[in-house]
Structure formats: C-alpha cells, structure tokens
C-alpha cells in the first residue's frame, strides 16, 4: 500500500500488488491442475456416451427421438396450415409430438435423449408435458 499515492482513485489496485482470487473459500494445491483439466499423458475417462465409450451410440440413432418428434411437430403444422377445418387434427399431431418427447425423455437413456435435454431429466419432462397438454386441450376446444 505504500506505493500508491494518496489521490489514485478507482483503478489504484492496478498499481500496486496483485489482487489474490479466493474461489469461494476454497484453496487448491498450487501443484494440481483445475478441475476439467487433465494432465499431460494422462488416460482419458471413458463416460456412458461419450466419444470414447464402446457403449455409446451412434451419432444418427442417438438424435433419433429427436428427429421423430421434430417430424410430428412439423407434420402436425403442415396439416395445420391445409385448412381451418384440418386445425384441431394439426394441433392433436402437434400436442402429441409434445408428449411423446416427454416420454422419450422420461424412459430412455440420457445417451439416446441428448437433443431433447437441457440439463435436468425432471425440469425437462415436465416442460414437454404441460406444453403437449396444453396443445392437446387446445385442440379439444377447437370447432
């Protein structure tokens, strides 16, 4: 601190020592690497799905639910878009695109689900269903 003057200002810290980061309390070894980093030569770890996993699927089969509920979606708005007398027959394909994906969320792997998840299977489920079955009660109140 006695390196700076009196009248530095806001930006005085850049004159003098550097400021240390405390990462919410906690210290790590100087000596190890952060997490999500490995070492140089190390094996990488082999997770369910993953690029190195023998089990892991194929990139087509495991954005497959999600292909069949993008074509739902989009067949149901293209049935939609032929008439207003073909409405409440779109809207019930798009509804039950919606639910669909939430039990294909639901019931498969995490691996087989990837394009249809956000980040956690509960919050993800329950937003496919409110959704389809708020588009299914639609289609029901529709002439």
């Given at each position: 601190?006695?390196?700076?003057?009196?009248?530095?200002?806001?930006?005085?810290w850049l004159a003098?020592?550097?400021?240390?980061?405390?990462h919410r309390g906690?210290?790590?070894?100087?000596?190890?690497?952060?997490?999500?980093?490995?070492?140089?030569?190390?094996?990488?770890?082999?997770?369910?799905?993953?690029?190195?996993?023998?089990?892991?699927?194929?990139?087509?089969?495991?954005?497959?639910?999600?292909?069949?509920?993008?074509?739902?979606?989009?067949?149901?708005?293209?049935?939609?878009?032929?008439?207003?007398?073909?409405?409440?027959?779109?809207?019930?394909?798009?509804?039950?695109?919606?639910?669909?994906?939430?039990?294909?969320?639901?019931?498969?792997?995490?691996?087989?689900?990837?394009?249809?998840?956000?980040?956690?299977?509960?919050?993800?489920?329950?937003?496919?269903?409110?959704?389809?079955?708020?588009?299914?009660?639609?289609?029901?109140?529709?002439?």
């Amino acid at each position: 601190m006695a390196s700076r003057s009196a009248n530095a200002g806001a930006d005085s810290w850049l004159a003098g020592a550097p400021l240390q980061a405390h990462h919410r309390g906690f210290h790590r070894n100087p000596g190890t690497p952060p997490r999500g980093h490995r070492a140089r030569g190390a094996a990488r770890s082999t997770h369910p799905g993953q690029p190195g996993d023998p089990k892991a699927p194929s990139r087509a089969l495991a954005s497959f639910p999600y292909l069949i509920v993008l074509a739902g979606v989009a067949a149901g708005l293209f049935v939609t878009w032929q008439g207003s007398q073909y409405a409440r027959l779109g809207t019930g394909l798009v509804g039950g695109a919606l639910l669909a994906a939430a039990a294909a969320r639901l019931l498969l792997p995490p691996r087989y689900t990837e394009l249809l998840s956000s980040r956690w299977k509960a919050p993800d489920v329950l937003a496919f269903a409110v959704l389809g079955a708020g588009v299914l009660a639609i289609a029901l109140v529709l002439p």
